[in-house]
């Protein structure tokens, strides 16, 4: 089976293969996705989607791996290993990065991933009150939430912010000195308000902008919290949201990721980064 870059007109195929393997079919993530990334696939002798992958650029010198899936058919055949070596070669000199399940960790490790940290999927209704502190973000605040992000990150989201913000339910921005210094985002699917992307200098001005999004949820409310962000998670956990899953953040080779540790911040999807 010869690897193929997908188009739009395959997200039908790539939404019954994520349904094969019991993902949540979300029908918008994959067309983002389509939209900021690279998604590469393998086809079957009878035309049935029988593998693929996701690479999302942020600049030359960073990229994401993601929606990483195997038709069950087709499993121990070595096309997860196809689809990760090629997506690799296409990324070229850029540091890699990925978010592992346990199912998958022993593959990226037999690639020459190494696990850095570890993300805990927590949900549950959210207790806390609202901090106040924050406001709706404005169109203005555009050019400053991109510049925040690049310098916590490390890499140019613009793409990936500018589609993915205006399906948000709500953003919000905290200012510091006049000047917005951290920004979060949140949305609806599938009964849950997941929160993410969220960068923030500092744990307090997180928990600040998180309390502000969530607080008048009313519902579910989820979030993908890394473990480097020392207190979040038990300050999440204090609020209401359990752990429901756990995944590692990985990266390929001796290479280290590329911007500011001491921030915080929640990912955009773990498809992305």
Known sequence: MEILRLGPDDLDDCLALARSRGWAPDRRKWRLIFQVGEISGLRAPDGALAGCVALTRYGDALAAVGMMLVSERFGRQGLGGRLMEHVLAVAGPATVFLYATALGRPLYERL????????TTSAGPFSGPADGGTRPAADGDAAAIRALDARALGGDRTALLDGLLPLADAVRVIERDGAVAGYGAAREGGGQLAIGPLVAPDLDTARALIADLAAPAGGVVRMDIDDRHDGLLAWAQARGLAPADRTWLMVHGDRELPGDPAWSGLPA?????
């Open 112 to 119: 020459g991933f190494r696990a850095i940290a570890t993300v």
């Open 269 to 273: 999807m773990l498809a992305v980064g």
